[in-house]
T-cell receptor, first 111, second 113 residues
Framework: KQEVTQIPAALSVPEGENLVLNCSFTDSAIYNLQWFRQDPGKGLTSLLLIQSSQREQTSGRLNASLDKSSGRSTLYIAASQPGDSATYLCAVRNTGNQFYFGTGTSLTVIP | DAGVIQSPRHEVTEMGQEVTLRCKPISGHDYLFWYRQTMMRGLELLIYFNNNVPIDDSGMPEDRFSAKMPNASFSTLKIQPSEPRDSAVYFC???????????FGDGTRLSIL
């Protein structure tokens, strides 16, 4: 069974810093990997989706990379802002069409 | 677009009662997903539909759980009888196709006493 791990579980940084969130998965037979953010009391908002054939995706200050062979993905956030404070989750979709979520990284950006 | 709409937002009921959660996906989205989120287990996929047909229900925990999608604009997740361990936040999500990102509703926070 696919296992998805996110480290660290929590992260606190001062405003303006660049930061990296990590996601690792045990089975490299994935179809795609998606990064979400979740605000308290809300659902998940999709940030970036990387297909298995891609190496990275970018959207504004966010950049996500994927290394299938090593079972890793990173989400890079440039010039962090207090509004970036949220829980960030990665989710893997297996080729068998099953979905697995990590437990998330809770990010706090201090003004 | 109004996004994925779930109701109710909160539900508190006693053990043994039937619970029905509702979801309206985004118009034109062919895929609909039901998830459960708890502190202990994180986010788990329960079941998903393609064009109103259940494709994979392997995540449904027990026979007490059932889901239907009678048409493209409505789905229900039912728990009968409910138990305290069913307490969680239940999310519905939809996506236009297999290849595209999922859009989530705000969830139903369910408490079984």
């Amino acid at each position: 069974k696919q296992e998805v791990t996110q480290i660290p579980a929590a992260l606190s940084v001062p405003e303006g810093e660049n930061l990296v969130l990590n996601c690792s998965f045990t089975d490299s037979a994935i179809y795609n990997l998606q990064w979400f953010r979740q605000d308290p009391g809300k659902g998940l908002t999709s940030l970036l989706l990387i297909q298995s054939s891609q190496r990275e995706q970018t959207s504004g200050r966010l950049n996500a990379s994927l290394d299938k062979s090593s079972g890793r993905s990173t989400l890079y956030i440039a010039a962090s802002q207090p509004g970036d404070s949220a829980t960030y989750l990665c989710a893997v979709r297996n080729t068998g069409n099953q979905f697995y979520f990590g437990t998330g990284t809770s990010l706090t950006v201090i003004p | 677009d109004a996004g994925v709409i779930q109701s109710p937002r909160h539900e508190v009921t006693e053990m043994g009662q039937e619970v029905t959660l509702r979801c309206k996906p985004i118009s034109g989205h062919d895929y609909l997903f039901w998830y459960r989120q708890t502190m202990m287990r994180g986010l788990e996929l329960l079941i998903y539909f393609n064009n109103n047909v259940p494709i994979d229900d392997s995540g449904m925990p027990e026979d007490r759980f059932s889901a239907k999608m009678p048409n493209a604009s409505f789905s229900t997740l039912k728990i009968q009888p409910s138990e305290p361990r069913d307490s969680a936040v239940y999310f519905c999500a939809s996506s236009p196709s297999y290849h595209q990102p999922q859009h989530f509703g705000d969830g139903t926070r369910l408490s079984i006493l």
